[in-house]
């Protein structure tokens, strides 16, 4: 399947769809089946002991997988997160941004399944590990 939304829209489309993390995250490259964003890390990110918080990693994988599923099917809004898996492996630094790599490993008519790695910026180990599968609402005509 083709590239349907490419890095230019997808950051269109995220702001204006999701304001409220607009300026937090953004798209950096976007391929067949694969995407990369950052999460623009900052004090609201941040939770006790100086480490960027679950809810924060969680959000990233969430809006990472779900725009590189847009990314091949096009702007729809109302696909939405029915499973959700997270691993966190190591403390991400405080005062670098994530990098989050995502792949979609399936994308029928219903269904999309994809994972992603999320890294402290200038990291080789990840720092969370993220599987998500996505409900795709039929096409209306």
Known sequence: ???????????????RAFPQIAGQVRVET???GRMTARLLVDDRHLRPGGTVS???MFALADVAIYLAILSR????ALAVTTNASIDFMRKPEAGRDLLVECRILKLGRVLAV???LIYSEG???PVARCSMTYSIPPKTA
């Not at 399947?1 to 702001?15: H, I, K, P, S, V």
């Open 114 to 116: 994809g994972e992603c």
């Open 123 to 125: 990291t080789a180990e």
């Open 54 to 56: 679950g809810p924060s």
């Open 1 to 15: 399947m083709a590239l349907q939304m490419d890095r230019a829209r997808l950051n269109e489309f995220l702001g």
């Open 30 to 32: 976007v391929g067949e």
């Open 73 to 76: 099917i096009g702007e729809v």
